[in-house]
């Protein structure tokens, strides 16, 4: 069974700029996770979406935003991008969106905003 | 607010020894941990879990000790070995929460020959 994928893998972008970036699930898992990974933050919670519906955020400005589509495939949008946003961005999947259920990632997405 | 911690940055062992990461958390509403393990440029991959009813739960070199009371969760790896270097994560999730996971800083495991 195929994992998780993201593209683009990398990215360089510049200030001001907008970026979509990309993740498809492993096939039959419905719910999709986004996550930032900083040196200074670690990993922290954007957002999660399960049956094409955002069901948690994170503390993130609203610049950042999400979707997911009919068949789970997700897409997450920066706009207005800062010098802060440069990090790993990380997708992952799970069957349901229960809190014991197994969340499996992707490679993510490096993000440099310049 | 850190609600998960993980406060050794670092841990180097010997093969064959035991690792022991540990992880601390804050938020009484956390019922279930994980514990992932991430190389470079790679997304972290899941290792072992622990449900809040639970004490102990092991699968093969891997073990995680959960004490409610103290709020602590460690990780036993043995016997430890090369291919076990990496950063390991602690992350927490609640019921009130759907899949939201929080994550602790990472350690870094190194394991030396």
């Known amino acids: 069974k195929a994992g998780v994928t993201q593209t683009p893998r990398y990215l360089i972008k510049t200030r001001g700029q907008q970026v979509t970036l990309s993740c498809s699930p492993i096939?039959?898992?419905?719910?999709v996770s986004w996550y930032q990974q900083t040196p200074g933050q670690g990993l922290q919670f954007l957002f999660e979406y399960f049956s094409e519906t955002q069901r948690n955020k994170g503390n993130f400005p609203g610049r950042f935003s999400g979707r997911q589509f009919s068949n789970s495939r997700s897409e997450m949008n920066v706009s207005t991008l800062e010098l802060g946003d440069s990090a790993l961005y990380l997708c992952?999947?799970?069957?349901?969106?229960?809190?014991?259920?197994?969340?499996?990632f992707g490679p993510g997405t490096r993000l440099t905003v310049l | 607010d850190q609600q998960v911690k993980q406060n050794s940055p670092s841990l180097s062992v010997q093969e064959g020894r035991i690792s022991i990461l540990n992880c601390d958390y804050t938020n009484s509403m956390f019922d279930y941990f994980l514990w992932y393990k991430k190389y470079p440029a790679e997304g972290p991959t899941f290792l072992i879990s622990i449900s809040s009813i639970k004490d102990k739960n092991e699968d093969g070199r891997f073990t995680v000790f959960l004490n409610k009371s103290a709020k602590h969760l460690s990780l036993h790896i043995v016997p430890s070995q090369p291919g076990d270097s990496a950063v390991y994560f602690c992350?927490?999730?609640?019921?009130?929460?759907?899949?939201?996971?929080?994550f602790g800083e990472g350690t870094q495991l190194t394991v030396n020959p």
């Open positions: 992952a999947s799970s069957l349901l969106a229960s809190a014991t259920d197994t969340q499996y």
């Open positions: 992350a927490a999730s609640a019921k009130t929460s759907g899949s939201r996971l929080t």
């Open positions: 096939s039959g898992h419905r719910s």
